[in-house]
């Protein structure tokens, strides 16, 4: 899979973050929740343009379109 946007990942698989598309500030609000460049992650249901439902680490982080627009994964 080449790399996407998290809000067009496909439920159910486990990606890598490879990037995150966003300032110092977005950088730092989803490195608070755990979420980093080279971690990985299964997305757990995603509803078109609405929030996005991740797993990482055994839990489970709801994520609004606009943070998961930010995010870059691969797999």
Not at 28 to 51: D, K, N, Q
């Amino acid at each position: 899979m080449n790399a996407t946007f998290l809000t067009k990942a496909p439920v159910g698989k486990v990606l890598n973050i490879v990037g995150i598309d966003g300032g110092r500030a977005a950088r730092l609000r989803l490195a608070t929740m755990g979420l980093r460049e080279g971690m990985s992650i299964r997305v757990a249901h995603a509803t078109g343009g609405g929030p996005v439902v991740v797993e990482v680490g055994g839990s489970q982080l709801v994520l609004g379109a606009g943070m998961a627009e930010k995010i870059v994964v691969g797999g």
